[in-house]
């Protein structure tokens, strides 16, 4: 058999391996950009811990009538999250501008949402939002959303509970708050694709085209050489 038919075999087997390989869609890399985060909390509920809603300020309209305030979602904005299995956090912060004040004392805001892994626990995902106006720590534990919509442009999350973290549990001087439900968030983001990677099948099948085409080249070089060495033998 010459060398240029094992060649050829070789590469029609390659090409017969990629037509089956299992060969998935990719993945994508996304990142926020713009948006509003819309918030409720049971006003009477927070008064009874001691904390009175005594005003905002550069706040905006929220998404609609069910929550009490928005906070715009700022171009310092560099949260990413992956399409991976539906939807799965990976690294940044959403910031937004707006502040409140409780009883015309405390003054918190300008929220960054952030992500920590090692606090998804209970009923927490690990996301977290934070004051950075005054207090400087996490106020809220952030629940899993009750609803996830994106359709590579938009996404939203809602249903999403507020939870007393230990830390701000602690400048109230009550330790039984941490955990407890403050109220309900909502984020309604615009969003841009930054990278898409193949997953391990994709990136199998794609070094397994290659080989075919490797597998090509080869095919002609020796095709190539027996040719000229049937003409040297004449």
């Given at each position: 058999?010459r060398?240029?038919?094992i060649?050829?075999?070789?590469?029609?087997t390659i090409?017969?391996?990629?037509?089956?390989?299992?060969?998935?869609?990719?993945?994508a890399?996304y990142?926020v950009?713009?948006?509003?985060?819309?918030?409720?909390?049971?006003l009477?509920?927070?008064?009874?811990?001691?904390l009175?809603l005594?005003g905002t300020d550069n706040t905006?309209e929220?998404?609609?009538?069910?929550?009490?305030?928005g906070?715009?979602i700022?171009?310092?904005?560099n949260?990413?999250?992956s399409?991976?299995g539906?939807?799965?956090?990976l690294?940044g912060?959403i910031?937004h501008t707006?502040?409140?004040?409780f009883?015309?004392?405390?003054t918190?805001?300008?929220?960054?949402?952030?992500l920590?892994?090692?606090?998804?626990?209970n009923?927490?995902s690990?996301?977290?939002?934070k004051d950075?106006?005054s207090?400087n720590t996490?106020?809220?534990?952030?629940?899993?959303?009750g609803?996830?919509?994106?359709?590579?442009?938009d996404?939203?999350?809602a249903?999403v509970?507020?939870?007393?973290s230990?830390?701000?549990a602690?400048v109230l001087?009550?330790?039984s708050?941490?955990g407890?439900l403050?109220g309900?968030?909502r984020i309604?983001a615009?969003?841009?694709r930054v990278?898409?990677?193949p997953?391990?099948?994709?990136?199998?099948a794609i070094?397994s085209?290659?080989?075919?085409?490797?597998a090509?080249?080869?095919s002609?070089l020796?095709?190539?050489n027996?040719?000229?060495?049937s003409?040297?033998?004449l």
């Amino acid at each position: 058999m010459r060398f240029s038919q094992i060649s050829v075999i070789l590469g029609g087997t390659i090409a017969a391996f990629v037509s089956i390989a299992p060969i998935r869609a990719e993945t994508a890399t996304y990142q926020v950009q713009s948006g509003v985060t819309s918030v409720y909390h049971d006003l009477s509920y927070l008064s009874s811990v001691g904390l009175n809603l005594t005003g905002t300020d550069n706040t905006v309209e929220p998404i609609n009538s069910n929550f009490l305030v928005g906070f715009n979602i700022t171009p310092a904005t560099n949260f990413t999250f992956s399409d991976v299995g539906g939807l799965t956090p990976l690294s940044g912060t959403i910031e937004h501008t707006g502040t409140v004040t409780f009883n015309n004392q405390v003054t918190v805001g300008n929220f960054s949402v952030g992500l920590d892994p090692t606090r998804a626990t209970n009923n927490a995902s690990g996301l977290f939002l934070k004051d950075t106006v005054s207090l400087n720590t996490i106020l809220f534990d952030l629940s899993t959303p009750g609803t996830v919509a994106f359709d590579g442009k938009d996404l939203t999350l809602a249903d999403v509970k507020l939870l007393f973290s230990p830390e701000f549990a602690g400048v109230l001087g009550n330790s039984s708050l941490a955990g407890m439900l403050a109220g309900i968030a909502r984020i309604d983001a615009k969003v841009v694709r930054v990278a898409a990677v193949p997953e391990g099948a994709s990136v199998l099948a794609i070094l397994s085209v290659s080989a075919v085409v490797l597998a090509t080249k080869r095919s002609k070089l020796l095709s190539k050489n027996i040719s000229d060495c049937s003409r040297a033998s004449l």
